[in-house]
């Protein structure tokens, strides 16, 4: 079964053509879906992929993605120097192995774990945010489980509390593993977790609750000092002892370099593990992510595998048992090349370029922006008026300049707010931004007069006589109105 859906348009069964370059070496052509019977040459081979992935989004303009789309090119000569080495080979390859520890300690001081001087952080590298918080998520479905069974409890029916602003990943982790996922809807105005109403729905069977360092829709950090307060009142008074999860995809590489007074991390006593995504605002290419644990205690001994095969013991607790050891490494390179100093100047100029974006946008007059200054820098905003058109028409008509911006609407209770949003990554510098107010402005000009020319155009029908219906329908087919269509975020 192929479960992706490609967007290139080219939906026919028909062969894949060879490229004028290309049928220098191929004459004939390719199947689009069975392997060819022959080969063909390297080169070829090179061209026709090459050629095809041409019609790929320009990544440096993606800014639909927190994800990393530049390093330094001496990064990207470690990266192929090791992209032949599989991470779980850890007996054959020490080094790596010691370098991802030394990543995860970095990242736990980093998060303010509390480690004894002669002690190791807890934690592992993983291929995105995503694998952090399944096994984050397994870890804490294991020690309620062993706790309910403990006290002769039932122990099926366990619960994870966040706000409806959650990721996908949480989804799919609530619907793999079988954990109901209890969402504090939104309003509007208000597009987090509000943490008194989590408070009010976490039960016996909560194994945790998830709180965002940045939400995916509106980059907006999530309360967790306060969520931590409420929550530790809630244990004493029932004698549960529900802990919290911080989902820190973006802003766990953020918040330390920024506002490192800001509590979210393991300061606070109930944070018992937290997620970031190295090849977001960790600056590595995708994937890697990473998940700390506050002690040993939080991650239940019996989740943990021991292999021998590769050489001596090794003690891996990932979804997946191959994969890339280049990442890692990269992450490294990051760690150490830029350092806290290096991290901070980059988080500030994004920071920094998000206010300059926001303050042209807030200038066209035309916009309400939902994003906060003090959270990831991103800037998401919405029409003021979408009578005549909308943002998703804002968002078909930045393609045609290059830009991918995406725009959606937001979760429940909040669904008929459309928002477009601008991930400010790194290799976005103040010119681009320059640019894309332009774009922006030259789009919604001509979208307004593309409305006047509907009104005049439907005006007349009427004035002829047509019947309601059919002028209607003229003035709908002029809006172009890109209906509930969403756009995936990440
Ligand atoms: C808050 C949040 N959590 C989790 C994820 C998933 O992260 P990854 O893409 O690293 O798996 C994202 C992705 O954007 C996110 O924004």
């Not at 008074?237 to 766990?252: E, L, R, Y």
């Not at 998000?354 to 919405?382: H, M, Y």
């Not at 919604?444 to 329908?473: F, M, P, W």
């Amino acid at each position: 079964m192929v479960v992706t859906v490609a967007a290139t348009g080219s939906d026919t069964a028909e062969p894949l053509h060879s490229t004028t370059f290309a049928s220098r070496y191929v004459r004939d052509q390719l199947p689009r879906y069975r392997m060819p019977e022959g080969s063909i040459p390297k080169e070829a081979a090179y061209q026709i992929i090459s050629d095809e992935l041409m019609l790929d989004g320009n990544p440096r303009l993606n800014l639909a993605s927190f994800v990393t789309t530049w390093m330094e090119p001496e990064c990207g000569k470690l990266i192929m120097d090791s992209v032949n080495k599989n991470y779980v080979d850890m007996d054959e390859y020490p080094v790596t192995t010691e370098l991802q520890n030394r990543c995860v300690n970095m990242i736990a001081h980093l998060f303010n774990a509390p480690i004894g001087e002669d002690e190791t952080a807890i934690g592992v590298s993983t291929v995105g945010s995503s694998e952090a918080i399944m096994l984050a998520g397994l870890a804490f479905k294991r020690k309620w489980a062993n706790k309910m069974k403990e006290q002769g409890k039932p122990c099926d029916k366990p619960n994870i509390v966040t706000g409806a602003n959650v990721q996908v990943c949480w989804e799919k982790f609530a619907r793999y593993f079988e954990v109901e996922l209890k969402e504090v809807k939104l309003t509007e105005g208000y597009y987090v977790m509000d943490p008194k109403k989590a408070i009010e729905m976490v039960d016996e069977n909560t194994i945790c609750v998830a709180a965002i360092l940045g939400s995916t829709l509106t980059g907006e950090y999530e309360d967790v000092k306060l969520l931590n307060d409420l929550l530790v009142e809630k244990n004493k008074k029932t004698g549960w002892n529900v802990p919290i999860h911080v989902d820190a995809a973006s802003g766990g590489f953020i918040a330390p370099f920024l506002q490192p007074e800001l509590e979210w991390d393991f300061r606070l006593p109930l944070v018992k593990s937290i997620n970031v995504s190295g090849h977001k605002y960790g600056l590595v290419y995708p994937g890697v992510g990473w998940v700390i644990w506050r002690s040993k205690d939080d991650l239940p001994d019996e989740l943990i595998f021991h292999i021998n095969y590769l050489g001596t013991d090794q003690p891996t607790f990932t979804l997946n048992f191959s994969k890339g050891a280049s990442q890692i490494i990269a992450q490294y390179y990051q760690l150490i090349r830029l350092g806290f100093e290096g991290y901070k100047h980059i988080m500030e100029n994004c920071k920094l370029n998000a206010a300059v974006l926001k303050e042209g946008i807030d200038a066209t007059g035309r916009f309400d922006v939902l994003s906060k200054a003090d959270g990831v820098p991103l800037v998401a905003i919405r029409l003021k008026d979408s009578t005549n058109f909308s943002v998703f028409d804002i968002s078909e008509n930045l393609r045609r300049f290059g830009w991918i911006v995406p725009a959606y609407t937001m979760p429940a209770d909040a669904e008929h707010v459309a928002v477009l949003r601008i991930v400010i990554r790194e290799d976005f510098n103040r010119s681009l931004a320059q640019r894309l107010l332009a774009d922006i402005n030259k789009i919604v000009r001509e979208l307004d007069a593309h409305a006047v020319h509907a009104i005049k155009l439907s005006n007349a029908a009427a004035a002829e006589g047509a019947s309601k219906s059919t002028v209607d329908a003229v003035t709908e087919a002029f809006k172009g109105l890109a209906g509930n269509k969403k756009a995936g975020v990440c």
